[in-house]
């Protein structure tokens, strides 16, 4: 028997099988994972339960405890380990999981990192956060940034199987110390943080560095633009809030694109006008008055556009799963292509950034790589792939700029890697926190905004 309900991020109608033991829905016009409202299927807990339970486990994942978070996922919604398993990694790769029925996003909750605490399951302390608590140990904690050996990467491994099984484990102090000496044997004395290379860039500018509403003060900032005055603008994830900050990095002023928006992708042409996605909308702004300049007429309909990027000339992209079209600095259409990734093998995405350079490619970040498309928006090449190595992305890379040099710069779990414009690895920049937005100005000034750290910073480069 098919049941409906409403997708909570854009609306679309969704078909549940009742008797389907998923629990979760992919909305096919979003493409959120959506967790099936509890009055549609057979509930295992409490309905009130469910969003108290998602909350925790996104504050785990947070915390660098996806096991756990996997675990009590499982043992609440009463699920199969590959089913928790793909919700868990959907919002370690900072996707967006919502709960059907209410406005949850899980994107929304705060992560605290002071308060963690250990799961425990049936009437045993059961210490699953040995996974976690080593992970740490050995550097994968995505919080530190540090370098994982292989060696220790396979005790890691060893210890994940305990942690996942089915049966109840208990470990004793004594084992925990055994842990921690193997883990410690097995680390070679330069194992160290990432360090940004000196001789390649410097940070000449700080914005914030505090969590707030005020001036320089941020709120879960994502997304970043810049104009041809160099003004950048800056926007928080949830409640609409854009603020306005010149070249320099002083205060101009702050604006709202609406309270109930959250916000995907934003960009700006040379003039200074800003464009805001708005689920299947997209809606223009004077970027320096915050004066809503109408909605944008684009072809296609109802089309879900996930990010946005500007040119160096001014030109204005919006990318969506099944279309990428470009705009001049005048508004004006001039490209316009429909599903631009179906000749692409093995296509994978969240499509949250993308970038251009100066002669017009386009670079789409990828689950695993990062596709680059020419100027007519045909694949030309894929740069990076899955993997522990200094020229592959350890998770999902975030974000993307492209330099005047034709540099690509990728925002991931160990900082941000550069690679010459031929897709050969250069260098690591050390950039802590997690960055969704990064952007040139016409300095070739490196702008991130770091989420996590409530930063804005400017990097300049040396080479």
Known sequence: MLESFECPNCQASLDYDAASPTLTVRCPYCGST?????NLRNPRQQPQQSTEVLTEVVQLVGNGRKIEAIKLFRERFNVGLKEAKDVVDSIERHEDVLLGGTNFHTEAVTIDLTNSRAVQTGGRGCAIFIGAMVLLAVGVAAAF????PREAATIVESITTITESSSETIIIEDEINNVFETVESALPDDVAIVSTDPDFVEVILRIGGEEGTGPGFFNDTRRLA????????????SGGRIQVFDENGEFVTTWNAGQDLYMVGIAA??????????????????GLT?????MLNLPGGRTLFRTAAS???GSVYFIAKDRLVRLDNNGNITLDITDPFANIPDFATTQEDAAVDGAGNIYVVGSETIYKLNSNGQFVD???????AEDQFFTSPRAIAVDGQGRIFVESFRGIKVFEADGRYLTTIDSPGASFDMAFND???????DRNGNELRKYQLLQ
Not at 226 to 233: A, E, L, M, Q, S
Request: charge should be negative; charged fraction near 20%.
């Open 34 to 38: 959506v967790i099936v409202p509890d």
């Open 145 to 148: 940034f540090f370098v994982v």
């Open 226 to 237: 810049i104009d041809g005055d160099g003004n950048i603008y800056v926007g928080d994830y």
């Open 269 to 286: 042409n040379r003039a200074g006008t800003v464009y805001v996605i708005k689920t299947s909308e997209i809606e223009l702004y004077n």
């Open 290 to 294: 915050g004066e809503s300049l109408g």
């Open 311 to 313: 040119g160096p000339d």
């Open 382 to 388: 894929q740069i990076g792939s899955q993997g522990d």
């Open 443 to 449: 300095d070739n000034e490196l702008l991130v905004m």
